[in-house]
């Protein structure tokens, strides 16, 4: 399962924001720092429109979207690498997550404090950035004389050392372990460190209802750095969000026609995640159960099929597989079978977006 921390520095919209698109959340909101003190876990549904297609099809008697895990992680502030504010444990907190989506405020609001006083989301930026790299670069110096010793007698711990040094000196520079080209073996040996910066970033830039459509000044500086960077940007309202949660399901899409977009800050975050990460989706269906699993582009079918259950990789024979588009066009899978559109794919299948996959497999 996808796991995501929502961070930035305290009062920019984080908690608000996790509140909304976990409609069961417990994140207290409030407007001081640090109301987030421990780390508030929710499970969100990815919408797509094709399970219920599907399930229609296989008349289907529940329906399992995939599930992100979001993190709402306290507020970071300057000296967190050293402990300050709730530092270590932040920083403890987001090594365990697959990606960062940074909240940045890009509104103004005097009834909401500011803990640097001013609105300046490239400072935000620049502070929480370099608490990660400072905390990088203490774990890596306390990490690489230990590995040294050990790759005078393990080929993994070489691995190791060759991908610290490589590190080492970007972030002595201010850089971000992500900038290292790494091979495949190197990234693997410091998996287990959970660099904070070699993980991918969306920032999601915090405005008000407004500039949700077009953007202000604030929200073009976060985009040219996210460029920059080579990470990825959208644009959110917290607040939007947080009203859009309050609607009947059937009132949401007139709501977001009335502001002139098209789908909520959570679909276009969950959609950015996904292809910041490179993930994708395939379905199982039938009369029980119509289900989206996500996998990451590239799998072939037996590590599509451990997704499922690790036994499905051990004993994988063959995968029978439809595309989506043919067999709603088809319009059952024993008229799909009919017209040669459902395959027989054996180990080296890489399973492609939307596939509808059924296993066969030895115990």
């Known amino acids: 399962m996808l796991r995501a921390g929502i961070v930035g520095l305290p009062n920019v919209g984080k908690s608000t924001l996790f509140n909304a698109v976990v409609a069961n959340a417990q994140a207290q909101a ?42 709402d992680i306290a507020g970071l502030v300057k000296g967190a690498s050293k402990g300050e504010g709730l530092g270590n444990q932040f920083l403890a ?51 690489i004389e230990r590995a040294r010793k050990d790759a005078r007698t393990s080929k993994e711990a070489k691995h190791e050392v060759d991908a610290l040094e490589a590190i080492l000196p970007l972030l002595e520079n201010g850089k971000p372990a992500r900038e290292a080209t790494l091979t495949e073996d190197q990234e693997n040996s410091v998996k287990h460190l959970g660099l904070l910066t070699r993980k991918p970033v969306i920032y999601a830039a915090n405005v008000a209802e407004e500039h949700i ?84 582009k590239g799998m072939k079918a037996p590590e599509a099929a451990g997704v499922i259950h690790t036994d499905f990789t051990k004993g994988f024979i063959r995968a029978e597989t439809v595309a989506y588009n043919d067999l709603v066009e088809s319009g059952s899978l024993a008229n799909a079978k009919a017209k040669g559109k459902v395959r027989s794919e054996g180990k080296e299948y890489v399973v492609q977006e939307g596939d509808i996959m059924h296993f066969l497999f030895n115990v």
């Open 93 to 143: 907190n987001i090594r365990e997550v697959d990606a960062i989506v940074h909240v940045v405020r890009c509104f103004d609001n005097p009834d909401i404090t500011h803990v640097h006083e001013t609105v300046d989301p490239l400072r935000d930026i620049d502070i929480i950035n370099l608490e990660l790299i400072l905390a990088d670069l203490a774990q890596i110096e306390k990490r």
């Open 213 to 296: 459509v077009s953007g202000n000044d604030w929200t073009s500086q976060v985009a040219k750095l996210a460029q920059s960077e080579g990470n990825d940007m959208i644009i959110i309202s917290a607040q939007i969000e947080a009203e859009l949660i309050e609607l009947p399901e059937e009132d949401r899409g007139e709501f977001l026609e009335s502001l002139g977009i098209t789908e909520s800050g959570l679909q276009n975050l969950i959609r950015h995640t996904y292809s910041l990460l490179g993930l994708q989706t395939y379905f199982t269906t039938g009369p029980k159960e119509t289900r989206a699993w996500t996998i990451s």
């Open 30 to 71: 409030a407007n001081f720092p640090f109301c987030t003190i421990e780390p508030n876990v929710g499970l969100v549904s990815v919408p797509d429109s094709r399970l219920s297609v599907l399930a229609n099809i296989s008349s289907s008697e529940n329906i399992q979207p995939a599930r992100v895990e979001f993190v």
